[in-house]
């Protein structure tokens, strides 16, 4: 299975700022999810980052919050703008662990633990 | 779009025991269904997969049953120990290139020796 890391593993962060979250994989993927784990909850799909295209946002995930970058097939940022403490949560990205253009496993980085004060 | 239900949340159970967690889901479309073991503080680990045109797959203690007919799939985990507590998460998805996961909601299951 690909290996992921995530940047930064955790961080403390004022409400109204913002924070980029980097996740790096070991091989060329062509799809990456991110997801948000709120406390004591289940995985909920914020986004799925293409290269090459702008990122599809689920429901109630809008751009302006969660704008997402993917310059290229093993690398994408997720940036949780303007904070509140709501918005604390773990973020984690995730890769399809298949051979490119097949479905496959879906595997998840460390996730970023975020806590908005 | 797809909606997937996970029961119990919560199981308690005596060391040896057997576990069942069951999720259904609503789109008829979907074909992956995979199941996440969540250890505190960890990130989820698959544990075992199935596609729609197998009814049934084991991985030693661990198996998953798949009803397509009736959208249902279940999980099964014999002869529990200790370390099988944990949160567990089911899945699905269409299982076609790059489609994201929808998970049910969580089973916390507690093994007690």
């Known amino acids: 299975s690909a290996v992921i890391s995530q940047k930064p593993s955790r961080d403390i962060c004022q409400r109204g700022t913002s924070l980029t979250i980097q996740c790096q994989v070991d091989?060329?993927?062509?799809?990456m999810f991110w997801y948000r784990q709120q406390p004591g909850q289940s995985l909920t799909l914020i986004a799925t980052?293409?290269?090459?295209?702008?990122?599809?946002?689920e429901s109630g995930f809008v751009i302006d919050k969660f704008p997402i970058s993917r310059p290229n097939l093993t690398f994408s940022t997720l940036t949780v703008s303007n904070m509140s403490p709501e918005d604390s949560s773990i973020y984690l990205c995730?890769?399809?662990?298949?051979?490119?253009?097949?479905?496959?496993?879906?595997?998840f980085g460390p996730g970023t633990r975020l806590l908005v004060l | 779009g797809e909606n997937v239900e996970q029961h119990p949340s919560t199981l308690s159970v005596q060391e040896g025991d057997s576990a069942v967690i069951k999720c259904t889901y609503s789109?008829?479309?979907?074909?992956?269904f995979p199941w996440y073991k969540q250890e505190l503080g960890k990130r989820p680990q698959l544990i075992i997969d199935?596609?729609?045109?197998?009814g049934e797959k084991k991985d030693q203690r661990i198996a998953v049953t798949l009803n397509k007919t009736a959208k249902h799939f279940s999980l099964h985990i014999t002869e529990t120990q200790p370390e099988d507590s944990a949160v567990y998460f089911c899945?699905?998805?269409?299982?076609?290139?790059?489609?994201?996961?929808?998970f049910g909601k969580g089973t916390t299951l507690s093994v007690s020796s």
């Open positions: 899945a699905a998805s269409s299982n076609q290139a790059g489609t994201a996961l929808i």
């Open positions: 980052a293409n290269q090459g295209s702008e990122a599809t946002y």
């Open positions: 789109d008829s479309a979907s074909n992956y």
């Open positions: 091989s060329q993927v062509t799809m």
């Open positions: 199935i596609r729609s045109n197998v």
């Open positions: 995730s890769v399809e662990g298949g051979l490119a253009g097949s479905p496959g496993p879906q595997y």
